[in-house]
């Protein structure tokens, strides 16, 4: 069965579900784009793993790459391997140096954890078929609803969304080197991951 990679295009709040988010994966190399909705603490590990932000204790998904690596298992691939009744399966490929082996999983701990081991990350044309959409459609969509909401429920399943990007509020100018330094100590402290990654942004703009 032919492979098809995927990358990760965006994460935005979910239009459809409260408290979920829409992650975006992309056809490496086609235009199709497979929206998949996950939760909120997969989805503040995923992101924080894209940020390149280093939380102050390690997440579930942390502590599973630290256990993989102190008993030499190597992850090789995630593959998003099957849709059924609107519900996305996946599996970790795993290898322990003599033997392959496959471990079930949802697709956003099989991503998050993938992120963490730099693997790439493949799913079906079975999967793509069915809950994949075409950018040009996505596109012409986005410009015929402009700003209304009521086509944001065109997906029965629960398990796709389109995301409305949003621009989040970056800290203040006025604030000082020293005080965004200590807000950003303060928001990892707090585990507050997307405040730390506006906060980096900011600082990353001023020390280019």
């Not at 040009?136 to 995301?163: F, I, Q, Y």
């Given at each position: ?20 988010f829409a992650l975006i994966l ?183």
């Open positions: 069965m032919k492979k098809i990679q995927l990358e990760i295009l965006g994460l935005s709040s979910s239009q459809s579900q409260s408290g979920s992309g056809e490496k190399t086609g235009n199709r784009r497979l929206p998949i909705i996950i939760g909120m603490f997969e989805a503040q590990s995923i992101a924080i793993q894209i940020e390149k932000i280093s939380p102050n204790r390690p997440l579930t998904h942390d502590l599973f790459k630290s256990f993989a690596e102190q008993v030499h298992v190597a992850i090789l691939e995630v593959m998003i391997s099957d849709l059924k009744e609107g519900v996305f399966y996946s599996k970790i490929v795993c290898s322990d140096g003599a033997t392959t082996f496959e471990l079930d999983a949802r697709p956003s701990d099989a991503i998050a954890i993938g992120l963490r081991f730099g693997v790439p990350i493949y799913t079906v044309e079975s999967v793509l078929s069915e809950a994949g959409i075409i950018l040009s459609d996505l596109d012409e969509n986005t410009e015929d609803t402009d700003d209304e909401d009521d086509d944001e429920d065109d997906d029965d399943t629960g398990t796709a969304d389109r995301p409305a990007p949003t621009t989040p509020k970056e800290p203040s100018g006025q604030v000082s080197l020293d005080e965004l330094t200590k807000m950003l100590a303060q928001a990892l402290e707090r585990e507050d991951y997307e405040k730390a990654a506006k906060i980096r942004d900011e600082l990353n703009k001023r020390n280019p």
